[in-house]
């Protein structure tokens, strides 16, 4: 079983910026894709980034593309987000993954674990 928590949301200014973290226990996350996903209020959850096993490859939403990185530290069994140039439309809950596959997933089914989530506001 792999158990997963965010850190690092909270509340900030139009034009700022976050780094999320997310911890894995219970197994290594050095053979699995990862990836962030976020839900806003009253909208179903969408993909934000992903980054493979490796950290070699990553891929972004459009609607952050530029502005997101993805991270990972397979020693550390952490991944991160780095979020700048926050707009108040990123305003959600964010949610670490553990893939199923070594490369990047691009949708939820192909992930197997999850975290609690970590609240980010972005305020205008």
């Known amino acids: 079983q792999v158990q997963l928590v965010e850190s690092g949301g909270g509340l900030v200014q139009a034009g700022g910026s976050l780094r999320l973290s997310c911890a894995a226990s219970?197994?290594?996350?050095?053979?699995?894709?990862m990836g962030w996903f976020r839900q806003a209020p009253g909208k179903e959850r969408e993909f934000v980034a992903g980054?493979?096993?490796?950290?070699?490859?990553?891929y972004f939403a459009d609607s952050v593309k530029g502005r997101f990185t993805i991270s990972r530290d397979n020693a550390k069994n952490t991944v991160y987000l780095q979020m700048n140039s926050l707009k108040p439309e990123d305003t959600a809950v964010y949610y670490c993954?553990?893939?199923?596959?070594?490369?990047?997933?691009?949708?939820?089914?192909?992930?197997?674990?999850w975290g609690k989530g970590t609240l980010v506001v972005v305020s205008s």
């Open positions: 980054i493979s096993k490796t950290g070699i490859s990553t």
């Open positions: 219970g197994r290594t996350i050095s053979s699995s894709g």
């Open positions: 993954a553990f893939g199923r596959y070594p490369s990047i997933s691009y949708v939820d089914y192909e992930y197997d674990y």
